[in-house]
């Protein structure tokens, strides 16, 4: 009578996962949390946290959590305030991932030139202005109504449309919001600027439910992809083409001098950088509207550097090598995975995906929103 008590009593115990800890002792959960909070700070103190932390968590075989956070970083909170983030940013990335290919990671960890390279990208990323996070305006339903939109003043006619929109391809509602979206760059209005982007995404997402992804705003394939189906992103090339066209005409006037920055930006959002989310692609197109409409009134318009004083900059990363140095005696542990810092996340994906991670692209589909979904909270 007393035994199926006592099993449903053993039964109800639930086991707790021990944590995972870092090579320094840190629940890596802790450590990733630390490192974004030090990331906003300033000073010389913060400074040296995110080194420390930075260090712990690469060496703690967590490289992929750490690069996603700072590129995560970067796009809520620097972006404009320092375009040219976007570009060495980039570069840095392909030069530590050379680095990652290496078959001995606990030499890697003590080689000092690795150690110099994420020393720098820490005190650039940690020591920039910081701007707030690109705030989007809401789209009610009811403005993709035909009244409502009959409703809305035409805007100027513009150049660099025009030589974007193709008749022949284009629906006449891309050469309308272009042109809104121009105007409304020229009359500084990024909240209604950004308005009428996110309303052509969502009037595209819309036609295209309607039509079963067989027809979109466009035929024209300015992405190169030739499926049967019209690419979801093909209204973003559309976007970005009419941009780059303004950019030039600005260009041309010396009103702007963003040229390898601007490029960076449309590259990215092309996909030159794996690891952005649809979301934050979205944004670099938000980021081009915002170099539009800000930079033309600037002293400067450029981007300033980011290493302001080289010899100043060279010391602190030849100093910064003895954050790795107390890290690499500890004892190895196993490699930080996306799934040790958010898997309670990573199954509530796949449940509301109902995708099978059995294919390469799955696995790192889920990987990205795991890790993008722990450093977003």
């Known amino acids: 009578m007393d035994k199926p008590q006592i099993q449903q009593s053993i039964g109800s115990v639930k086991q707790e996962k021990p944590s995972v ?222 941009l780059a066209e303004a950019y030039k005409e600005l260009a041309r006037k010396g009103a702007i001098r963003m040229h390898e920055e601007f490029q960076e930006l449309i590259n990215l959002w092309r996909g030159k950088q794996p690891r952005l989310s649809s979301k934050q692609k979205q944004e670099c197109i938000a980021f081009m509207i915002l170099v539009l409409t800000e930079v033309p009134r600037w002293k400067v318009p450029a981007a300033q550097p980011l290493i302001k004083d080289p010899t100043v900059m060279s010391r602190a990363v030849q100093q910064s090598v003895r954050f790795f140095q107390e890290i690499v005696v500890k004892p190895r542990v196993n490699s930080i995975l996306p799934k040790d810092i958010v898997a309670k996340k990573a199954k509530k994906t796949v449940a509301l995906t109902g995708a099978k991670a059995d294919s390469t692209e799955d696995k790192m589909r889920l990987m990205d929103e795991m890790v993008m979904e722990f450093i977003r909270n």
């Not at 629906?171 to 272009?178: K, S």
């Not at 990024?190 to 039509?211: G, M, Q, S």
């Not at 049967?228 to 992103?233: H, L, M, Q, Y």
Request: hydrophobic letters at 40%; proline letters at 3%.
């Open 21 to 242: 800890r870092t090579r320094f002792g840190y629940d890596a959960k802790d450590c990733v949390k630390s490192l974004q909070e030090v990331l906003s700070q300033s000073g010389p103190a913060a400074t040296g946290k995110a080194l420390h932390f930075s260090a712990d968590l690469i060496c703690s075989g967590g490289f992929e959590i750490w690069i996603r956070l700072v590129w995560s970083y970067v796009f809520q909170h620097v972006h404009l305030a320092s375009l040219r983030i976007f570009v060495y940013l980039q570069q840095r990335t392909a030069e530590l991932e050379e680095y990652m290919n290496c078959l001995d990671f606990e030499e890697l960890y003590k080689n000092p030139e690795f150690q110099h390279r994420i020393s720098e990208l820490v005190i650039v990323v940690q020591t920039l202005p910081r701007q707030n996070k690109i705030t989007w305006p809401k789209v009610p339903n009811e403005t993709h109504d035909a009244a409502w939109l009959h409703s809305v003043q035409k805007a100027k006619e513009s150049d660099a449309v025009n030589r974007v929109w193709d008749a022949r391809h284009d629906q006449p509602i891309l050469r309308f919001v272009g042109n809104q979206i121009l105007l409304a760059c020229e009359e500084v209005n990024i909240e209604r600027a950004l308005f009428w982007l996110k309303w052509l995404f969502d009037e595209d997402k819309r036609v295209r439910a309607v039509n079963k992804g067989l027809s979109s705003l466009t035929t024209n394939r300015r992405s190169g992809n030739a499926g049967a189906k019209v690419d979801k992103s093909e209204i973003g090339y559309f976007v970005v083409a009419v």
